[in-house]
């Protein structure tokens, strides 16, 4: 019933800019805050970005701070994630969640940097 759907994700060019985005339903997506993350093989999911519900506070992962910016459309329900100057090491599989209490995950996006 809860769905989050990732998509956006593709191959760029190192520097270049992508922008994701992640559906979400089956909840009141306005009442909660959400997080981005992502994950490669073999690794630990790593947190990318937090966003609060009403999108006024944000907080960013160290190795993204000043890159990437998170930011929401509740009317939407929709979550994005700007992502600027990006770099080889941001080659992931990106997700989406819900801050509190995390739900399924979803299927997530590919994004591939090359250099």
């Known amino acids: 019933q809860v769905q989050l759907v990732e998509s956006g994700g593709g191959l760029v060019q190192s520097g270049g800019s992508l922008t994701l985005s992640c559906a979400a339903s089956g909840f009141t997506f306005s009442s909660h805050g959400m997080s981005w993350y992502r994950r490669t093989p073999g690794k630990e999911r790593e947190l990318v970005a937090r966003i609060d519900n009403t999108g006024g506070s944000t907080n960013y992962g160290d190795s993204v701070k000043g890159r990437f910016t998170i930011y929401r459309d509740n009317f939407k329900n929709t979550l994005y994630l700007q992502m600027n100057s990006l770099k080889p090491e941001d080659t992931a599989v990106y997700f989406c969640?819900?801050?509190?209490?995390?739900?399924?995950w979803g299927q997530g996006t590919q994004v591939t940097v090359s250099s």
């Open positions: 969640n819900r801050e509190r209490f995390l739900v399924d």
